[in-house]
């Protein structure tokens, strides 16, 4: 574990050190199991003669901290009895506190008492607003579930006390032995050390900013001539994997949006090291087009040479919100583009309602396009659709001369892929864009076997 992610584990563990998650699903699938039910709590005593709801739902969660009496109370005789109690209508029960029900609006209730061994940890309260609610099959239903639920309780709260006492005999995260964090963590929430460990790469890379950018050619496929480049982020090496695994992890700890920000930041600043005959494709997803200060990364870039290809990591709920966003960018030369059009009914949806400049055929479409009539009808309606709506046609993952041959012949304009150009540094591309089509596919084999012959 990276130097660090101890105190955050640490940090994770105090916010988490307590059982009112715990309890509140208890409660709430109380709720649940007793469709007539529209309140429950969880009551303790306090060892001062009351009960104190500790936790509280539905109509009873304003009333959470309230303190009852011990004495006089149907939770009370719950208590003592060991047996879950019933009753049908508190203004005529004389076991129940009057003034209390009233006050919370219980007019009939179940008390379940919960027991591990000899120990009784509390009381379950479903309560309804409504009288004769509850039968006694009702009460034996939760009084059959007591058992469950005391485990749960009493579980989470002798971890919560044993937790608390291991981190205090550290007085700083420093002072816990390796790996003992993340071996609590485990425990009391499995996932969390993963969790904490994947938010704490993220944020050092946007601490950071080691996100650097290659280009990818987009070529005109008729005359092999490069028409643009699209700005790809790379991630630092550890670990090794694809920028697609970096921004499903950042999304997983809800820092998708400031990464693709970064990323997208990053590659609108190569625009001023490319070929001015050139456009610059960037990705972007709907989440960070409705932030704010999206337009201010446009600010000084030449809007109409860049294509803002819409990524799909989250659904889009209100499409003409996302249009609102991207009309003045539009207005000003902004170029909007769909990705991964043939992956799924999602893109489509984006075609109809966004109305882009161009569609981008996804790599699943165009990988053996040339030896699947199926793959090829469909990419012939994608392009027939696009030129119906004045789009024009990106193929993408295009890898072999069959495959650019076929596209060729459907009439798409341009493609990318390995075939064409790998992805190379950006200051190549003035090189790149001038290479024949033939030189270009050899010359750059892998953009860090470039770097060197950059410079």
């Known amino acids: 574990m990276v130097a660090g992610d101890e105190a955050r584990i640490r940090s ?25 039910a529209d309140g429950a709590a969880l009551e ?26 011990l004495e ?6 719950a208590v003592q009895s060991r047996a879950p109690l019933t009753c049908r209508d508190s203004d005529t029960d004389p076991r129940v506190d009057r003034e209390a029900c009233r006050r919370v609006g219980a007019a009939s209730m179940i008390c ?32 059959n579930l007591s058992h469950l639920m005391a485990a749960a309780v009493g579980g989470a709260s002798d971890i919560v006390r044993a937790t608390t006492a291991l981190l205090a005999q550290a007085p700083s995260a420093e002072g816990l032995a390796p790996g003992v964090g993340e071996f609590i963590a485990d425990v009391v929430a499995p996932g969390l050390a993963d969790r904490v460990s994947a938010r704490a790469r993220i944020e050092r890379v946007l601490e950071s900013g080691s996100i650097r950018i290659v280009a990818q050619p987009i070529v005109d496929l008729s005359s092999g001539r490069v028409a643009g480049v699209e700005a790809l982020a790379r991630f630092p090496d550890t670990p090794r994997r694809g920028p697609d695994a970096w921004f499903a992890e950042a999304h997983s700890v809800g820092l998708g949006a400031e990464l693709e920000c ?28 409705a932030c704010p200060d999206f337009p201010q990364a446009f600010d000084g870039v030449p809007l109409d040479r860049v294509v803002l290809e819409l990524t799909e990591h989250v659904v889009v709920d209100d499409y003409a919100a996302l249009r609102e966003c991207l009309k003045d960018l539009r207005s000003r030369g902004l170029r909007v583009s769909v990705d991964d059009m043939g992956a799924g009914v999602a ?23 040339d030896h699947d009539l199926s793959r090829r009808a469909l990419a012939a ?11 024009t046609v990106v193929a993408e993952g295009l890898e072999t001369q069959g495959e650019l041959q076929t596209l060729r012949t459907l009439g798409v304009p341009l493609g990318q892929g390995y075939y064409l150009a790998r992805p190379a ?30 410079g």
């Open 347 to 369: 893109s489509l949806a984006h075609v109809l309602k966004l109305a882009p400049d161009s569609i981008k055929l996804d790599l699943s479409l165009v990988s053996g396009i």
């Open 112 to 143: 379940v008492p919960l027991h591990r061994r000899e120990e009784t940890l509390g009381v379950l309260k479903v309560s309804s607003k409504s009288k004769g609610s509850f039968s006694e099959g009702d009460a034996e239903i939760l009084a």
């Open 262 to 289: 970064l990323a997208l930041r990053r590659a609108l600043s190569v625009m001023d090291r490319l070929p001015e005959d050139l456009f610059l494709a960037v990705n972007a997803g709907p989440t960070v087009v």
């Open 72 to 77: 006089g109370s149907l939770s009370g005789l």
């Open 381 to 391: 309606a994608l392009v027939a659709f696009a030129k119906d709506v004045s789009a």
């Open 12 to 36: 994770a563990l105090a916010e988490i050190a307590d059982f009112q998650p715990i309890m509140r699903r208890v409660l709430d699938a109380s709720l649940v199991l007793l469709s007539q």
């Open 44 to 69: 303790l005593d306090d060892g001062h003669g009351h009960m104190v709801y500790v936790c509280a739902r539905g109509s009873l969660e304003p009333f959470a901290g309230l303190r009852l009496r």
């Open 425 to 454: 540094p950006v200051q190549l591309m003035h090189a790149v864009s001038r290479a024949p089509m033939r030189t270009r596919r050899s010359w750059v084999t892998d953009y860090q076997q470039a770097l060197p012959a950059a």
